[in-house]
């Protein structure tokens, strides 16, 4: 955990990155803020609800909180909630009341440092509630988002509505509407570094204004089509948010009203909040501090805390809960962000746009909020979730949706319980136990923690799932630091996929932060029913998908140059986190591993890799085809790229780019710590070399070698060009290692 002195260490070296990050990200958190209020069916006068928590989230809880780079505000994850909450309280002020209690609840759950209490919810739980909660959001914003009303429903008929309300869709606003989804989509793919610097929801907001003007200006405002006629309306069609001149407390800020504290209801609503809050700061913690350029660790318990008295003090002055959101964050490190500072500049800025600015926010149509929405909605419940759960095990697939099936038919809290019921269903057919005697294990975890010889060995017997976490935790809390412990599975009969994942992050932080060793035996014997190294049941292993036609193509493309080929999916990729590319891009796995040498000894290789830039909310994911050469020499740490005239101006601005030669930095970026050895390796050969390939991303870690041309897969025919390039640049790192300057 940072000291003050660190901290203020921090922020005077890198404010200026932190200026800018935060005036980047609140630019995404100003539309997205309004957007989730509106989505809320909120009154008018509490339409500034999201607002209120971002500010809050930014200037108070970046004081308070224990995470270095994450932005706290308003989360679409509770939209669902709030609908139901309101149809349930009657009231915004009854809803707001609930904030406080849930605030309050939040705030106690980490003073007495119960944050580990998470892990009692499986992971595949956590995913179904979140998946149902994508759902949620999907279903409620489309409709809006094409311009058409509709009453009070159940989520699931509104699932349902999608067709007819495309089908009575308003032309006009559904142009806007789905020009914002596209802009969404395809922002991700999109390489040019200017466009690719400014968040999507900025290119959205911009091309949304104008283009709902000429629909005013060319069409009258109205259009026909099947015979019916469809009009605009500014006034239900853009944003409106009433801001008193005069700054009138009373009429800018509600209160809460806490005369419905003693129904059930209330209370219901009140944990529901809670649950949702506590699970996705704890969860976007987690994620945030695997991206965080300087590595540090958040203390999750303070930081559940700091965002408890945040969501009270929000809600007393009429704003949502304050939530650790990934999607923000992810753009906040995205953009250069390096401490808590940029927090605050995004909370800042937002509270100056809305009382400077509120004229022109006024324009945004709410078609390009809800598409923001929708599109985060289909991204916690896209196809991709489901086949990722299935890649862990046909269980953990089943587990998800049974739990999202759970929340759509009833409700958070009772979906969440029924999820955790059919885990642990599961858990007892596959442990193939009595159920006497599974429940006696579940009861008792049977853990074995003893020294022999040099190392800490821990021998679990009976299950070891969700359940047994916080045990084991409490245990682990004991091992002393630089020491070594061996985790033994060998006679345990059912190992979940949460115990496995707990396992390992404990054991990466423990050799981390501790600079300790850890290792897992004992799991030879154990079936599995999934590629992933997490997933560990006693059940048959499953068949391999037959090769695709590409798959076939790269096999005989490397059995005819004597080269190894690997089709399957491996989630071994700790070797190449350590390069800069990584660092802030979360690799998920690797396949179609092809494996060669080059002279002198080179080896070399060539996978299509998955990896997301963020995580959860976040997640913008990317297939693409790489190469990493482990060149055993000197090779000073680099990022080669091809300039750009916006990168070149970001440059200037945070002083990033190495000068090495006038003409070669007219044309490429050069980054790294140490500048001189950067300078002398690259010679005038390198040089021209590089000058002659200028597609290629090029970077080294010392120890390997990543080179990429497209954010794509390449075909056969061009992962034939990588391999020859790779040659060609590996001659040219041992001609600058024996000669490095311009002389030959």
């Given at each position: 955990m940072s000291t003050i002195k660190d901290i203020s260490s921090n922020i005077k070296q890198y404010w200026r990155k932190d200026v800018l990050a935060g005036f980047s990200v609140s630019l995404v958190a100003l539309p997205l803020s309004l957007g989730i209020a509106i989505a809320m069916n909120l009154p008018p006068e509490a339409l500034l609800a999201g607002i209120f928590a971002a500010?809050?989230?930014?200037?108070?809880?970046?004081?308070?909180?224990?995470?270095?780079?994450?932005?706290?505000?308003?989360?679409?994850?509770?939209?669902?909630?709030?609908?139901?909450?309101m149809s349930v309280l009657g009231a915004w002020e009854h809803m707001l009341a609930a904030f406080v209690c849930a605030g309050v609840l939040q705030a106690v759950f980490g003073t007495f440092k119960l944050g580990g209490l998470a892990d009692f919810i499986?992971?595949?739980?956590?995913?179904?509630?979140?998946?149902?909660?994508?759902?949620?959001?999907?279903?409620?914003?489309?409709?809006?988002?094409?311009?058409?009303?509709?009453?009070?429903?159940?989520?699931?008929?509104?699932?349902?509505?999608?067709?007819?309300?495309?089908?009575?869709?308003?032309?006009?606003?559904?142009?806007?509407?789905?020009?914002?989804?596209f802009i969404l989509a395809i922002h991700p793919q999109v390489t040019n570094k200017f466009i690719k610097y400014v968040p999507a929801p900025i290119w959205l907001v911009l091309l949304a204004i104008p283009l709902y003007m000429f629909f005013q200006f060319s069409t009258g405002g109205q259009t026909a089509i099947l015979g019916k006629i469809h009009v605009l309306n500014p006034t239900k069609d853009l944003i409106y948010f009433p801001l008193p001149s005069d700054l009138n407390v009373s009429e800018i800020f509600t209160f809460p009203n806490f005369s419905k504290i003693g129904s059930v209801s209330f209370w219901m609503v009140v944990i529901s909040v809670f649950l949702v809050s506590t699970i996705e700061t704890l969860g976007s913690a987690k994620a945030i501090d695997n991206i965080d350029p300087l590595k540090r660790k958040t203390n999750l318990n303070k930081d559940v805390t700091a965002m408890g008295l945040s969501t009270v003090l929000s809600g007393f002055i009429g704003g949502l809960p304050v939530i650790a959101v990934i999607a923000r964050s992810s753009v906040n490190i995205n953009h250069g962000a390096m401490t808590r500072l940029s927090n605050f500049v995004h909370g800042t800025l937002i509270l100056l746009f809305v009382f400077l600015l509120s004229d022109y926010i006024m324009l945004v149509p709410k078609a390009a909020l809800m598409a923001i929405l929708v599109y985060t909605g289909y991204k916690l419940a896209s196809p991709k979730v489901f086949k990722d759960a299935g890649l862990k095990g046909y269980e953990q697939f089943l587990i998800l949706t049974i739990t999202l099936i759970s929340t759509l038919m009833t409700d958070l809290n009772r979906g969440i319980l029924i999820g955790i019921l059919f885990t642990l269903v599961i858990h007892l057919v596959r442990s193939h136990l009595t159920a006497r005697l599974f429940f006696k294990y579940l009861s008792k975890p049977n853990f074995n923690l003893a020294k022999i010889d040099d190392h800490y060995h821990l021998k679990v017997k009976g299950v070891a799932n969700f359940t047994s976490i916080i045990k084991l935790r409490k245990l682990l809390n004991g091992i002393p630091k630089n020491d070594q412990i061996v985790f033994d599975f060998s006679r345990t009969r059912l190992v979940d996929f949460s115990m496995l994942e707990f396992v390992n992050s404990w054991g990466k932080d423990y050799q981390n932060d501790q600079k300790g060793k850890y290792e897992v035996i004992g799991l030879d014997e154990h079936l599995t029913t999934g590629s992933?190294?997490?997933?560990?049941?006693?059940?048959?292993?499953?068949?391999?998908?037959?090769?695709?036609?590409?798959?076939?193509?790269?096999?005989?493309?490397?059995?005819?140059?004597?080269?190894?080929?690997?089709?399957?999916?491996?989630?071994?990729?700790?070797?190449?986190?350590?390069?800069?590319?990584?660092?802030?891009?979360?690799?998920?796995?690797?396949?179609?591993?092809?494996?060669?040498?080059?002279?002198k000894k080179v080896s070399w290789e060539i996978v299509d890799?998955?990896?997301?830039?963020?995580?959860?909310?976040?997640?913008?994911?990317?297939?693409?085809?790489?190469?990493?050469?482990?060149?055993?020499?000197?090779?000073?740490?680099?990022?080669?790229?091809?300039?750009?005239?916006?990168?070149?101006?970001?440059?200037?601005?945070?002083?990033?780019?190495?000068?090495?030669?006038?003409?070669?930095?007219?044309?490429?970026?050069?980054?790294?710590?140490?500048?001189?050895?950067?300078?002398?390796?690259?010679?005038?050969?390198?040089?021209?070399?590089?000058?002659?390939?200028?597609?290629?991303?090029?970077?080294?870690n010392q120890n390997i070698i990543l080179v990429f041309r497209y954010f794509r897969v390449m075909s056969v025919s061009e992962v034939g060009e990588l391999v020859h390039f790779g040659e060609q640049l590996t001659e040219q790192f041992h001609n600058c290692l024996n000669n490095p300057s311009d002389s030959p």
């Open positions: 500010i809050v989230g930014g200037v108070f809880t970046s004081i308070i909180r224990s995470g270095n780079v994450s932005i706290n505000g308003p989360s679409p994850a509770l939209i669902g909630i709030v609908v139901s909450g499986p992971s595949s739980v956590v995913q179904g509630m979140m998946a149902a909660i994508g759902v949620i959001i999907l279903a409620g914003q489309i409709h809006p988002g094409l311009g058409v009303e509709i009453g009070k429903m159940n989520d699931f008929s509104k699932l349902m509505a999608i067709p007819t309300s495309i089908a009575n869709m308003n032309p006009l606003i559904a142009i806007i509407f789905f020009n914002s989804l992933h190294p997490y997933t560990i049941h006693a059940l048959p292993q499953s068949v391999g998908k037959p090769l695709s036609k590409r798959q076939s193509q790269l096999r005989d493309y490397a059995f005819k140059n004597s080269w190894k080929f690997e089709p399957n999916i491996d989630w071994s990729t700790d070797y190449l986190k350590s390069n800069k590319f990584f660092e802030t891009r979360p690799i998920e796995y690797l396949k179609n591993r092809i494996v060669g040498s080059y002279p890799i998955t990896f997301d830039e963020g995580a959860l909310m976040a997640a913008e994911v990317h297939n693409m085809t790489m190469l990493s050469i482990r060149f055993n020499g000197d090779v000073p740490n680099f990022e080669l790229d091809k300039e750009r005239i916006f990168s070149r101006l970001l440059d200037l601005a945070i002083k990033e780019d190495i000068s090495i030669e006038e003409d070669f930095n007219s044309r490429f970026s050069v980054k790294g710590e140490n500048k001189a050895d950067i300078k002398r390796f690259f010679n005038k050969y390198l040089r021209s070399f590089v000058n002659q390939n200028d597609k290629y991303h090029i970077e080294s």
